[in-house]
């Protein structure tokens, strides 16, 4: 079992699943059903001696992984399970499940896997090619834009990988040309306010502030919304987009017309980035979402997290602004 920190996450989940199968467990402290699956996992990662690795990771500590992760499959609760092969997340599941239900979801992808102890290679032999994983993927939307440059879709998915892995100079480029049309889109809008965020965090000093230094400040002046905004950002890059939309919605309820409505826009922002992909008219008998992951348990199954995390902030809005 692995920890696993924003340092070490290329390392040990990315680069690792290159040799063998990483089940990454993402759960906190205060979470009583990550307490229930925890131990399941660990006597898992013993009885398949080797066949996967098992990591885990505080979504309290590292929210801007869990929070990627989060938005990536729209799942919104924990326990959250990924299991990462070859550089790439290939299913997952949410809950605290039993261990046959695991075992039945590792068996279902690790009887493709390579096992972690290769077969002997001989010296001469050269290795073969690893595939480069996210980057690859990257590389072909890249190509396939600019075979196709007025794809808005391939753009959109393209700029959003790029502002997710944290290459704001080429996000900002990539994403011009969608900017530069009247009217925008939403999506891209939506990019562009996630983009000014992560550039504020890197680029103003109050991008290393601690939360407490800005709740000191807003303990004082309720109303210093520049305060505010800067906190909310900062929340936007760590992946809090929830915390952030409450700091948000306290400028809206005191002053909606504030810096040209900016809180508004980035609100609005956030929700059209929060907001799950629309369910395709098909039912997969599989179980799996819109994005591809597994969501087991009957919670999962009732209902959707995510879209109920969207409307329950869409409504708070509406009474903010009406």
Known sequence: MIDITLENFEAEVLQASMQAPVLLDIWATWCGPCKQLGPVLEQLETDYAGRFVLAKLDADKVPQIAGQLSQMFGVRSIPFCVLFYEGQPVDGFVGALPAAEVREFLDRHLSNAKPVQAEAVAPQTPAPEQPEGAQAAQDRLADALAADPGNNDLR???????????????????????????????????????????????????????????????????????????????LIAQGEWPLAMDELLEIIQRDKKWDDEAPRKTYVALLELLTPPRPKPSTDASGKSATGIALA??????????????????????????
Do not use: C, H
């Open 156 to 234: 959109f998915d393209y700029v959003k990988g790029l502002i997710g892995s944290g290459q704001l100079n080429e996000a900002a480029a990539a994403l011009a040309p969608a900017m530069a049309q009247i009217p925008v889109e939403l999506r891209f809008e939506a990019l562009n306010q996630w983009l000014n965020a992560l550039e504020f965090v890197a680029n103003d000093p109050r991008g290393r502030w601690s939360m407490a230094q800005f709740d000191e400040l807003l303990t004082d002046n309720r109303r210093d919304f520049a305060t505010r905004f800067a906190k909310s950002r900062l």
């Open 297 to 322: 348990g009957k919670a999962a199954l009732q209902e959707d997290p995510q879209a109920m995390l969207v409307s329950t902030y869409r409504r708070r809005l509406s009474m903010a602004l009406n």
